[in-house]
C-alpha cells in the first residue's frame, strides 16, 4: 500500500522559515519522481518543486525559486521543502506527490494526505 504522509505544517509569520517532511512507502521510491504540490484557499493545484530521486535534479516553480528548497534522504524514503522568506501568498495546503515521469506531466500516481501552512502576523 503506498503512503505518503506529510507533516511540518503550521501558522509562521511573513519572513519566516518552515520545513517540510513527506515519509513515502509502499513503493520503489528510487524509481519515482517526488514533488510538493499547494493548493491555496479557492485556487487550484499548484506543482512547486520536484525532484529526480536517482539523478537528483531539482525543478522549481519560479514563484518559490530562491525561497524554497526540496531535498530527498533516500536512505530514508523522505522528501524535504524546505521553506524561507514565507509571503502570505505561500498560504496553502501542501502536499506530497509522485509519478514517474518527471516534471512537466502534471499528475501524480500518489498524493499525501497534506499539511497545512499559514502565513500571517
Known amino acids: 500500500q503506498v503512503r505518503l504522509v506529510e507533516s511540518g505544517g503550521g501558522l509562521v509569520q511573513p519572513g519566516g522559515s518552515l520545513g517540510l517532511s513527506c515519509v513515502a512507502s509502499g513503493f520503489t521510491y528510487s524509481e519515482y519522481w517526488m514533488y510538493w504540490v499547494r493548493q491555496a484557499p479557492g485556487k487550484g493545484l499548484e506543482w512547486i518543486a520536484g525532484i529526480n530521486i536517482v539523478g537528483g535534479d531539482t525543478y522549481y516553480k519560479d514563484s518559490v525559486k530562491g525561497r524554497f528548497t526540496i531535498s530527498s534522504d533516500n536512505a530514508k524514503n523522505t522528501l524535504y521543502l524546505q521553506m524561507n522568506s514565507l509571503k502570505s501568498e505561500d498560504t496553502a495546503d501542501y502536499y506530497c506527490?509522485?509519478?514517474?515521469?518527471?516534471?512537466?506531466?502534471?499528475?501524480?500516481?500518489?498524493w499525501g494526505q497534506g499539511t497545512r501552512v499559514t502565513v500571517s502576523s
Open positions: 506527490a509522485n509519478n514517474r515521469e518527471g516534471w512537466g506531466i502534471w499528475r501524480a500516481d500518489s
